[in-house]
């Protein structure tokens, strides 16, 4: 009597890597061991965990120059989220996810500001979490990258540079643009220059008038308002006032987008380091006006 | 050339030929670092000389480090990078760090001064980044701007560099320094990637690597110093930091063959450069190197290293290296991003052998023809013409590296198709010309549909091919 027995092939282990496994962000084909996107250096972990869901994640940008505060805004944001038990409640999806959300809150613990972004794509935070808007059942996956300021210009300038720009943003559902007031009430007009490149490139993008950027969320947050209280009070108004290339331009091309005013630290001043180096440092951690942007986005993509 | 001065404009021909020698040349020069200019905030290149390129200025910004891009900490953290530009031009670039971020976000201000050499300037500092930059230093062109200035001027470099320089190779003569030598030379020739992780000795063993290639080899090898590992700037050789475990990490998730000080390392290529090039060091035969470099082969490319140690290590005739037909030094390096563009795309490929199974390396694949197909013109024509089947396989060679890339056998391909149409009658040459014909179409097909990165390229490969094989 013969027995048979069952003897999997070795090359059968490698039957996986004929077919690429495609990259969430920006589509391109990649080996299943990559751990970034060989085009947008997007990490694979990212597919990985999107590859089992019946929805795909959304994509959210938080845009802005550099300098104005998008990766404290952020982590901030995150950890009010995640630490909320009713309204608006954040899991985060995959270790990759916490590590903005912990080097600033631990930054900030520690009487500073965390590090600049470097402009290299492979080296950005990207999270993946789940939002749970409260009473309504249905979780929402969204995608938020902390992507450096002057890479978003150089792309806006120089197209391609970086490959991954313009595919995500043309997947994003929405963005926050955040915007520094106290350049702004100091008289410097590269926020609104900037902000308008910014909003002509994402409008480009697609124009289509139903599906197309002009009627997609735009938030638009003054990120240090604890240092301009003109901002605070009505931020539309001062938006109409100081920047008013971009409040014009918002007003008549995009369709759904609102002014917010956002601030992390109560106040700052400059500590001196080693030789002559003036360091910005936080005096205290006092949020206000940090999670209303993220709600109402997140109201207008998932109604 | 020294001799008998005959007038040219007044201006004797002896002297000419030294202004060309010894004059100076023209440089452009460019800054990335973080600022706040009109162009924008932040890292940026905020500066550079007029003669820069929009496509070189795209580039110098890809490969422009920012803040944290030095492994070493402290003032004195500098990197050497070397890199080719989309214009076909070299640049050659020193980073440091250089006084405070200007937002006033703690850390370093990193600081890139990049050098835009053209192939020509290049080759009067035979091909080394290092001499370049010595070179640059001396003159006291590599200056730190503590606030960027609105334009730049070309720079001067005046002089030449020697093919060897005193000391270099000799003091990698000894110790554990003349295996790596070897290790390194097999790597780069085999188109891996290789992390140096050798502390301290990393810049003086690629300074000595660059030194034991042939100068026309020279160019093809990219590399960075000090700079961390990231996959947006494509060098060859990264020399990494001590950390072992995170080195480890990078060259199983990038596919980098690892070369430690402490670590064996696997046995050089026999009759390989690498090992001939140790084998004159133990020996003490340093002065066996010297004119061998100096030799000019035109035609030569790091791929035909292993050869030309052959030849030479067994005292055979050289074989000849023909040029690139007519080509300049930008040519050259076009097609030396053409090389890198497919090594880069080789590895990274979705069905490129995989690291971790089966110890496969990854390594460049070779430009082999593909298999014998029914169709292929030896098949047909070698029953007719029984005398010329070494001429039609040649052939069929030279098409299918012509459309794979390689620079010498465009040139090859017309002595190729020439010494094939003299054995045939003139009445099959028209049927032989069909055959050839569709065997370019279906190779040029096959190479698009595995690699179509190069789909372009690879179409004005195939014009020249056709024009050669349609000429009478």
């Known amino acids: ?303 | 050339m020294l001799g008998e001065a005959r007038p040219l404009d007044g201006v004797p021909v002896s002297f000419l030929y030294l202004l060309a020698e010894f004059g100076p040349v023209f440089v452009e020069q460019a800054i990335f670092t973080s600022a706040r200019t009109s162009r924008g905030s932040g890292y940026h290149l905020v500066a550079a000389s007029p003669g820069l390129t929009d496509a070189d200025a795209r580039d110098l910004t890809r490969y422009g480090p920012s803040h944290d891009s030095l492994w070493e900490s402290g003032a004195e953290a500098l990197s050497v990078n070397f890199h080719r530009l989309s214009s076909g031009a070299y640049c050659v670039s020193q980073t440091t760090p250089e006084g405070p971020e200007y937002s006033n976000r703690g850390g370093a201000r990193i600081y890139t001064q990049s050098l835009i050499v053209q192939p020509a300037a290049f080759a009067r500092f035979a091909n080394n980044p290092f001499a370049v930059l010595r070179t640059a230093l001396a003159l006291g062109v590599m200056q730190v701007h503590s606030e960027p200035p609105a334009h730049l001027e070309p720079v001067e470099l005046f002089g030449h560099a020697a093919v060897i320089e005193d000391g270099l190779l000799s003091s990698c003569a000894a110790g554990p320094l003349r295996s790596k030598l070897g290790a390194l030379i097999d790597a780069v020739i085999e188109g891996s990637s290789v992390a140096l992780a050798v502390g301290g000795d990393g810049v003086q063993l690629l300074a000595a690597m660059i030194q034991a290639l042939p100068v026309e080899c020279r160019p093809e090898v990219t590399f960075s110093t000090g700079l961390r590992f990231s996959p947006t700037r494509s060098f060859q050789v990264c020399c990494l930091s001590a950390n072992s475990l995170e080195n480890r990490r990078l060259c199983r998730t990038y596919g980098m063959q690892l070369l430690e000080m402490d670590s064996a390392d696997a046995a050089l290529i026999q009759d390989g450069w690498g090992w001939y090039v140790t084998t004159l060091l133990e020996e003490g035969r340093l002065h066996e190197i010297i004119p061998l470099l100096q030799k000019p082969r035109p035609g030569l490319s790091l791929a035909l290293l292993h050869e030309l140690a052959a030849s030479v290590a067994g005292g055979a005739e050289e074989p000849l290296w023909v040029s690139n037909n007519g080509s300049s030094g930008a040519d050259r390096s076009q097609d030396l991003n053409h090389l890198e563009g497919q090594r880069i795309a080789c590895l990274e490929r979705t069905d490129a052998p995989h690291h971790s199974v089966g110890g496969v390396a990854s390594t460049v694949p070779s430009c082999s023809p593909p298999a014998q197909t029914a169709e292929d013109p030896c098949d047909v024509l070698s029953g007719r013409f029984p005398l010329a089947v070494d001429q039609l396989q040649r052939l069929e060679d030279l098409i299918f590296e012509s459309l794979a890339g390689r620079p010498h056998a465009t040139d090859n391909l017309h002595d190729g198709w020439r010494r094939l149409a003299a054995v045939i009658d003139r009445r099959s040459i028209v049927e032989v010309r069909e055959l050839y014909l569709r065997h370019t179409l279906c190779c040029w097909r096959e190479l698009n549909d595995s690699d179509p990165q190069l789909s372009q390229a690879r179409s004005e490969w195939a014009l020249a091919i056709l024009e050669t094989l349609l000429a009478e």
């Open chain 1, 1 to 303: 009597m013969n027995k048979d027995t069952a003897v999997y092939l070795d090359s059968y282990r490698l039957a996986q890597f004929a077919e690429c496994l495609p990259c969430h962000v920006c589509g391109e084909g990649n080996s299943h061991e990559a751990e970034h996107c060989r085009r947008c250096f997007a990490p694979m972990a990212l597919t990985h965990q999107s590859s089992g869901q019946k929805q795909a994640p959304l994509m959210i940008a938080a845009l802005g120059a550099s300098g104005v505060g998008k990766t404290v805004y952020l982590g901030m944001l995150l950890d009010m989220l995640s630490r909320r038990s009713k309204t608006l409640h954040l899991l985060t999806r995959g270790a990759i996810s916490i590590e903005m959300q912990q080097n600033t809150v631990f930054a900030l613990a520690n009487g500073a500001f965390p590090n600049k972004t470097p402009i290299e794509p492979d080296r950005w935070n990207w999270v993946h979490c789940q939002i749970a808007p409260g009473r309504r059942r249905k979780i929402v996956d969204l995608i938020i990258p902390d992507m450096a300021g002057e890479s978003m210009l150089t792309e806006i300038t120089h197209p391609h540079t970086y490959a991954g720009i313009r595919p995500f943003l043309s997947r994003c559902s929405g963005i926050m643009l955040l915007i520094d007031p106290t350049k702004v009430r100091a008289g410097h007009q590269d926020q609104d220059f900037f902000s308008v490149k910014l909003l002509s490139y994402l409008r480009e993008l697609d124009l289509d008038l139903k599906t197309g950027w002009p009627q997609r969320p735009i938030a638009l947050v003054f990120s240090k308002a604890d240092q301009c209280p003109d901002c605070q009070d009505d931020p539309n108004r001062f938006a109409e006032r100081h920047l008013p290339g971009m409040w014009r331009f918002c007003r008549e091309r995009f369709q759904r987008y609102r002014y917010f005013a956002a601030g992390v630290a109560g106040a700052c001043a400059y500590r001196n380091q080693s030789g002559a180096d003036r360091v910005r440092v936080p005096l205290r951690v006092e949020p206000s006006g940090v999670v209303e942007p993220f709600e109402w986005l997140v109201n207008e993509l998932c109604p």
